[in-house]
């Protein structure tokens, strides 16, 4: 029962017209309760839904030493940030993911290779080897090594991008010629998107190399990553 005294009422209980009208504020409540209920469902799609559209976009991965990590660059200026960079104007629509370590061996790719698998990557560009030459390593070992990669990214069905590179010629003819037959070899076993040496277009370009005679400048990188989409374009698809 209400009376018509003037007291301080609860937000819930007011008087109308001399009746008791119980939870008067309840539309309002429900504006709130629905503003609520939207909020949560867009924080839902940022935090939660993000994943799914991010994974409509196809992985290009970049698994590599030195060469591919960007030793002695800034941010920005490795090979893959180029490629990234070349492959957004393009209007393709793939992320680049650099998995590259430097002073990595083929040995140490084999060992890294499920987390690369793992990410399920559309395509994988493969530079390894130079670290195994320069060591003296067994050119055995490290033509095992790269088939094991290969051979295990044919088998999660995953486009390759073979990228091989030489050696100094102080390390004498017999042993980079040697050297060199390994990816001549590879890519005539597994057939993959190849480009033999991965410098090919920059070695007689002033200002692309790096004081060591070894790492790409920023501007070798850029090179390197036109070099690259050459021989990935096969590959690319672009969304529709």
Known sequence: ?????????????????????????????????????????????????????????????????????????????????????????????????????????????????????????????VEFGGNDGLRGLPLGQTQQNLDTVLTKLEGAHIQVLLAGITLPPNYGPDYVRQFDEIFVDLAAKHHPATVPMIYKDLVKVPGTIQPDGIHPTAKGSEIIARTLLVALKPLLRKSR
């Open 1 to 125: 029962m209400c009376h018509h005294t003037e007291r301080r009422t609860s937000p819930l209980i007011s008087s109308t017209h001399g009746r008791c009208r119980l939870f008067p504020t309840l539309p309002s409540y429900t504006i709130v309760v629905d503003v609520r209920r939207t909020l949560i469902v867009s924080l839902w799609i940022l935090f939660f839904g993000a994943p799914l559209f991010a994974a409509d976009r196809p992985l290009l991965v970049c698994f590599g030493d030195s060469i591919t990590a960007g030793y002695g660059l800034g941010r920005g200026e490795s090979y893959p940030d180029a490629l990234q960079r070349d492959l957004d104007k393009l209007g393709y629509n793939y992320k680049i993911e650099n998995m590259g370590t430097s002073g990595a061996t083929t040995k140490d790719a084999v060992v890294r290779l499920n987390s690369v698998i793992s990410l399920r990557p559309s395509i994988v560009v």
